[in-house]
């Protein structure tokens, strides 16, 4: 029923946009068509099938036998099933949250508290993006209904963020410092070898040393 009521709305702004600047609505440029110019009714039509909505909807529930379902409804009312890949995500900063996602390799079936702060770093995540503020209402969904998520949970769940993220920082300043150990020893070891292979005499390198054939062979 969105899907339908989207595709509605768009075919409605569409023709408005396109067709009635021409002084033509949806039917009169159908039955008009054969007397325009072909490549007028091609632009029209282009146009038309593209204009798409600046607007995204996803509708989640659970059935009666409390299976979970996702749908995503894009900005031509196009409706997609994404309870098969277990998650979904729309607005600005939603590239980054299916990224946290697919990067935690989550089954279908998961615990409440394992999917959680799943969840809280794909926020957190998507606030990168310019205009995804920080604020959030969280909600858990179930076959009698939704609640909201308990605000200790919430709080727990940014405590924890901040400390992952900390213990991340130091990690990373751990590996800076490896890593200019490991290019400091490398070239020392190059340099080394260099040293040695311009020190050693020819006599001792396994060098193919033509014969000298300015004597006649005895």
Not at 21 to 50: C, H, I, R, W
Request: hydrophobic letters at 45%.
């Amino acid at each position: 029923m969105c899907a339908k009521a989207l595709r509605g709305i768009r075919r409605r702004r569409a023709a408005n946009l396109f067709l009635e600047p021409l002084s033509l609505d949806e039917d009169t440029f159908l039955a008009k068509q054969g007397k325009m110019l072909p490549q007028l009714v091609y632009d029209l039509t282009n146009q038309m099938q593209e204009y798409r909505l600046d607007v995204e909807a996803l509708i989640v529930g659970c059935d009666d036998r409390n299976a979970a379902h996702i749908f995503h409804i894009d900005g031509t009312g196009i409706k997609t099933y994404q309870h098969d890949i277990n998650f979904a995500a729309i607005g600005i900063g939603a590239e980054h949250a299916k990224s946290q996602f697919m990067f935690s390799r989550d089954p279908k079936v998961i615990n409440y508290f394992r999917a959680l702060p799943v969840l809280y770093t794909a926020k957190r995540r998507a606030e990168v993006a310019p205009g995804v503020g920080k604020d959030s209402d969280w909600l858990l969904i179930t076959r009698d209904g939704w609640e909201f998520v308990h605000p200790s949970l919430i709080a727990e769940l940014e405590r924890a963020y901040g400390e992952f993220t900390a213990a991340t920082q130091v990690k990373l300043a751990e590996v800076e410092t490896r890593l200019v150990d490991a290019i400091s020893k490398a070239t020392a070891a190059e340099a080394a070898t260099k040293a040695i292979a311009d020190q050693t005499p020819a006599a001792t390198l396994d060098v193919d040393i033509p014969p000298d054939t300015s004597q006649p062979a005895l």
